[in-house]
């Protein structure tokens, strides 16, 4: 899947077009994401002889193909391709302005046993 967690997505299609946020949670296999502050629903939860009953609102996931991924450098919904290097990794670019979209994960250095 090309949307991972905390990219910062935009909706394109349904009740949410327009919103951005970040995504909280991807699901593989039916292919949706969560997205922060999008597709919300109540939940109204009844009382009991123990507690007051009370609304609970919480974000429901989407399809993968209403969102499109934002690029931090040209800050616009753009499609996501893939560069591999001839050393390293696969990674995620922009498919507008070729720069890299992966969040920055600093490695932290082994110490060597002298």
């Known amino acids: 899947m090309k949307i991972k967690?905390?990219?910062t997505v935009l909706v394109t299609a349904g009740k949410n077009k327009g919103k951005?946020?970040?995504?909280?949670?991807?699901?593989e296999n039916p292919?949706?994401?969560t997205v922060e502050k999008a597709n919300?629903?109540?939940?109204h939860i009844k009382k009991t002889a123990t507690a007051p009953g009370q609304k609970i609102k919480f974000e429901v996931?989407?399809?993968?193909?209403?969102v499109m991924l934002i690029c931090q450098n040209c800050n616009k919904a753009v499609r996501v391709a893939y560069k591999v290097?001839?050393?390293?990794?696969k990674f995620r670019v922009c498919a507008k302005c070729g720069e890299s979209v992966e969040q920055s994960v600093t490695k932290v250095e082994k110490k060597k046993k002298a």
């Open 5 to 7: 967690v905390n990219d």
């Open 20 to 27: 951005t946020g970040k995504v909280m949670r991807v699901y």
């Open 31 to 33: 292919d949706r994401v």
């Open 40 to 43: 919300i629903r109540t939940k």
């Open 61 to 66: 996931p989407l399809d993968v193909s209403k």
């Open 85 to 89: 290097p001839k050393t390293g990794k």
